[in-house]
């Protein structure tokens, strides 16, 4: 079946402009995540969906980041402002419930220039 | 707090060689989830294994085997007789309650021919 999607698959935007990454989980998987991976580094979590409960937002650096999601279906990743800091391969992953086995998404190669 | 580590940065082993990968977790949940995820150079996450807190059983799989140690909170992946694909980034994560994975910061395994 088909894995965890996302696009675009590199994007380059100038500082202080904003994106949006999309995340499309496998079907049927209730969590979401939003992981962030700067280079040579491990991963950070951002932010958390399960079903309609209310998301985890701990993870996120600042109020410049925000994040939805549509029922059980795709999410986006807003990142206004953008600073060169944001720079980062930006990781989705879903699972079929919370603590089961995450499946990454190929992930958004973002460079603020 | 939940912390992941994985003191060894990089390791190099001529083929054929075994070679383990040491990880160690600090968590105050009672259950907990522990993972290693392989990330090639194509950089995709490849998910290897998932052990709940409550078995400590090791377990092998193929050329991949893993020991599970919660008095020393290790939980160790050993390769048997290397191999040049083996080649990758190893990744090893702990979840607690929210099913969010904390992640060590890798290390970069390089099997030379």
């Known amino acids: 079946g088909a894995g965890v999607s996302q696009s675009p698959s590199n994007k380059v935007t100038e500082k202080g402009k904003d994106v949006e990454l999309r995340c499309d989980p496998i079907?049927?998987?209730?969590?979401l995540y939003w992981y962030r991976q700067r280079l040579g580094q491990g991963l950070e979590f951002l932010i958390y969906?399960?079903?309609?409960?209310?998301?985890?937002k701990s993870g996120l650096p600042s109020d410049r980041f925000s994040a939805e999601r549509t029922g059980e279906s795709v999410s986006t990743l807003t990142i206004q402002r953008t600073q060169q800091e944001d720079s980062a391969v930006y990781l989705c992953?879903?699972?079929?419930?919370?603590?089961?086995?995450?499946?990454f998404g190929p992930g958004t190669r973002l460079t603020v220039t | 707090a939940q912390k992941v580590t994985q003191a060894q940065t990089e390791i190099s082993v001529v083929e054929k060689e075994d070679v383990t990968l040491d990880c160690v977790y600090e968590?105050?949940?009672?259950?907990?989830?522990l993972f290693w995820y392989k990330q090639p150079p194509s950089g995709e996450l490849v998910f290897l294994i998932r052990?709940?807190?409550?078995?400590?059983q090791n377990e092998i799989s193929g050329r991949y085997s893993w020991n599970f140690q919660k008095s020393t909170s290790s939980f160790n992946f050993t390769i048997t007789a290397s191999q040049v694909v083996d080649s990758a980034v190893y990744f090893c994560a702990l979840s607690g309650n929210t099913g969010k994975l904390i992640f060590g910061q890798g290390t970069t395994l390089q099997v030379k021919p």
């Open positions: 969906f399960q079903g309609n409960s209310a998301p985890d």
């Open positions: 052990r709940n807190s409550f078995d400590e």
């Open positions: 992953a879903s699972s079929l419930v919370r603590r089961d086995e995450q499946y």
């Open positions: 968590t105050r949940d009672t259950t907990y989830y």
């Open positions: 079907s049927g998987h209730t969590a």
